[in-house]
């Protein structure tokens, strides 16, 4: 029916937000979640522990002001929202056998087993969300996936908040975006594009749906991302397939007889040549990020007249106070057209920690600038009250721009020394010699075996060293002390790699909390957090530091370390440091400059640390990348200046090095391909790439590209407790070796192993080591 004939229906409340996070104030979910994996709690526990974090979440948004219903997003998730969907459409790949229990359903250890893999089966396959630094579980769909609704979860915790008083907006990922993120399962012809199983998945969606209607919800949030970005798929078939999804979405009538109201949502970026298609369906309600996107024209806002816009002026992705005199400027534009506006975030604040207020060791001028995801749903309250009244909100409004003015004059936000510095660069400054001549001094330097192994920095941090740490911070130990248990442990990891039989060592890092935040206390121009928890994947959780003023590095960081663990070993020892993108995606970094010189200012301080390891006698260095494609912009136009300044940014920080230092770099999380020209511009001597999930994808695009220095796809899935076993692994080389020079190839680990516990760590590391053997052996054999 057209939206004229529509039956009246609740309007959208007038202030929302798009998510919220789900980890717990305290990071409650981790540890039940842990526990239960780790057999300490039962189900039932777990689900009690589920149940108190949302609905302390519930009460907390409530005395916010989010107080209508449907105002609060039922965001919630065990592990991930995608995967939450896949279970819920029963797409399970036919890989796992039969996970559903005798009525269909899949319950949480069916959930986990996708999530984490078995003794069999490799997880599902992990990458990067959109621009953010949050992962999700890639789907895998083919001709042969059974769609049925296999978990009512979402209705379940529905009810749950509407026990507790509170009529919440369930969440799904929407269908187009659902499939568009999917990778084809490994049963699936060549070219098979999962968007072609959507009329297929629109039933069980409609289901759904009608489920949630049933038990008295009145909209449901959609969630459609994959609008604003460039994906391979032509724009004109997403265009196809949103008129087809939401045609048949909101065929049935709104009411208690049938579905809810549909929010379809598009954060992380403009809607662009999705906006008529988006315009053209039934949806009830449409979220814009207007953070990112620019505010749409009267003529374009036409387009979408009889729904409601929900304005997201409020920037959920980072930590800065809203400017919002700014975003009541936006709000003005559009009640100006005519249309019927709401006041959101832009995306889910589930990418920022809870609340600023905890932070009470920060500068209090620092934590004035700054907005968690509580001090935002204050903002969409505030704007929301503006357009009610906009006198009423003038004060907040004329503080937010007295602040905002202070931070920009604020000591230590622009230093002369380190600005002078940035602008004498020159091209020199971003190069090193050629690479032939780069790998004949590292050869006579380091005298390395065919396939060299090594892992890719981090040990298992035990609860011994975490506790080390812990009592250092509460004075219980001095410094002295905490030296000397640290050094306990790295000479354990020096001397594991060398039982093992290990080419290139690493010193395990535990002095470091975390791979940015070690490097944010140690350089100026960042701070660092208490209880700023944010999701990474499933129950792995980060602090991301606080770049806020003009770095620099006031003293050596890692030499005294490296220096140490050199000390006890004749094999190379890598120096570890975090590149500068990484830094940077991985931290609340200012929004009041281009990043491009954010990033060289952070490269200089790493280049002056690649200096003194070099004069410690570091012969490798590891300059870590793991986030390159995590910033990468969503839109193809935006893409080569971000990938010119991040490429620029590494080039900065290791072209000091000599010829025969061996600069290594790591990524993971990404689809590679996409981005291969870039990894090949960074001119590390060594790239070593996660692949053992995606069981060796990334070699094709080696091939391809004809990449020609060192690379180590990983070969053992260090995000999941399964240990690899030898055969596994000895698979995986097999593969690697058809498609990359041997002579090019190292053998290593997806990523750091600092989550993992030193039993599983051990076995997989000495499988990783017996099928090197195997495959140094065919290959000499060949020779």
């Known amino acids: 029916m057209s ?20 980890i717990g104030r305290r990071r409650e979910l981790k540890k039940a979640v842990e526990a239960y994996w780790a057999g300490k709690s039962s189900a039932a526990e777990l689900e009690a522990a589920a149940d108190s974090i949302q609905l302390a979440t519930l009460r907390r948004l409530t005395e916010l002001g989010l107080t209508e219903a449907s105002a609060i997003p039922g965001t919630f998730s065990f592990y991930d929202q995608v995967l939450d969907t896949a279970v819920a459409l029963g797409a399970v790949p036919a890989r796992f056998g039969s996970l559903h229990d005798a009525d269909g359903q899949l319950g949480l250890d069916a959930y986990f087993t996708l999530a984490r893999g078995n003794a069999k089966q490799q997880p599902l396959e992990m990458t990067k969300w959109f621009d953010s630094n949050y992962h999700y579980l890639v789907p895998e769909i083919g001709p042969e996936t059974v769609f049925s609704l296999s978990s009512e979860r979402v209705v379940d915790e529905f009810r749950f908040a509407q026990a507790n008083g509170v009529v919440t907006r369930p969440y799904l990922v929407g269908p187009v975006t659902f499939l568009l993120l999917s990778k084809a399962s490994g049963d699936a012809p060549e070219g098979f594009a999962p968007l072609s199983r959507l009329d297929d998945v629109l039933p069980v969606y409609a289901a759904l749906l009608e489920r949630l209607g049933a038990a008295g919800a009145e909209w449901v949030q959609l969630d459609e991302p994959a609008l604003v970005a460039d994906l391979d798929t032509p724009a004109a078939e997403v265009s196809a397939a949103v008129e087809r999804a939401y045609a048949a979405l909101t065929a049935s009538a709104v009411g208690a007889a049938g579905r809810p109201q549909i929010l379809l949502s598009a954060p992380y970026g403009g809607l662009g040549e999705q906006a008529p298609a988006v315009a053209a369906t039934g949806v009830e309600a449409v979220a814009v990020d207007l953070f990112k996107g620019a505010v749409p024209s009267a003529d374009e806002l036409a387009a979408f007249e009889g ?22 400027a936006k709000l003005d534009a559009l009640r100006a057209a005519g249309v019927n506006v709401a006041v959101s975030t832009s995306t889910s604040t589930f990418h920022v920690p809870h609340d600023v207020e905890e932070e009470t060791q920060l500068d209090a001028q620092l934590r004035s600038w700054l907005a968690f995801a509580d001090q935002k749903v204050a903002e969409v309250a505030t704007l929301a009250g503006y357009l009610a009244e906009p006198a009423a909100a003038q004060a907040a409004i004329d503080e937010a721009s007295r602040v905002l003015a202070s931070r920009a004059e604020a000591p230590g936000v622009r230093r002369p020394e380190v600005r002078e510095r940035t602008g004498a660069l ?32 981090s040990f298992p941090q035990t609860s011994e060293v975490r506790g080390a740490r812990a009592r250092l911070i509460k004075g219980a130990i001095d410094a002295a002390e905490y030296e000397r248990l640290m050094k306990d442990e790295i000479k354990r990891v020096v001397d594991l790699q060398e039982e093992l039989g290990f080419d290139v060592l690493v010193h395990g890092e535990p002095e470091r909390n975390d791979m940015v935040q070690y490097f944010a206390e140690n ?17 792995r959780c980060t602090r991301p530091s606080i770049l806020w003023g003009d770095v620099s590095r006031p003293a050596p960081i890692t030499v005294p370390w490296a220096e140490y663990a050199q000390s006890l070993t004749e094999k190379p ?21 281009p990043l491009a010189e954010t990033a060289n200012q952070v490269a200089l301080a790493l280049r002056d640390e690649i200096a003194d390891l070099e004069t410690a006698c570091i012969k490798v260095i590891q300059v870590d990348e793991p986030a390159l494609r995590e910033l990468l912009p969503l839109r193809r136009a935006d893409q080569p200046a ?22 290594h770099t790591h990524l993971c999380y990404s689809e590679f391909g996409v981005i291969i020209d870039a990894i090949d511009g960074l001119d590390a001597d060594v790239t070593s790439i996660e692949a053992a999930r995606s069981r060796m994808e990334v070699v094709n695009d080696l091939e391809t590209h004809g990449f020609g220095r060192g690379v180590g796809p990983g070969v053992y899935d260090i995000h999941s ?28 680990p997806d990523c750091g192993l600092k989550t993992r516990g030193y039993a599983e760590t051990e076995e997989s590391l000495r499988n990783l080591v017996e099928a090197t053997k195997v495959a140094r052996g065919v290959i000499a054999a060949n020779a």
């Open 523 to 539: 350089l100026d121009g960042f701070d660092v957090t208490v209880h700023g928890w944010v999701q990474s994947y499933g129950s």
């Open 307 to 328: 729904k409601a816009i929900v304005a997201g002026v409020v920037d959920g992705h980072n930590i800065w106070r809203n400017d919002l005199a700014a975003s009541a």
């Open 642 to 663: 971000y990938l010119d300044w991040s490429v620029k940014s590494f080039r900065l920080a290791t072209a000091g090095a000599a010829d025969a230092t061996q600069v």
């Open 426 to 457: 020159t091209d020199a400054d971003f190069s090193r010699s050629d690479y032939a001549a780069r790998a004949a001094a590292q050869d006579a330097e380091l005298h390395l075996p065919p396939l060299p192994t090594t892992t890719i920095g």
């Open 573 to 593: 020892m890598k120096g570890m440091l975090t590149g500068p993108v990484t830094i940077l995606a991985w931290s609340f970094v200012r929004n009041d400059q």
């Open 721 to 748: 407790p399964r240990v690899p076993s030898q055969g596994e692994i000895e698979e995986l080389l097999k593969t690697a070796v058809a498609h990359v020079p041997s002579r090019q190839l190292w053998v290593n």
């Open 3 to 22: 939206f004229s004939s529509r039956p009246a229906a609740r309007s959208f409340p007038a202030a929302t937000i798009l998510g919220y996070p789900r």
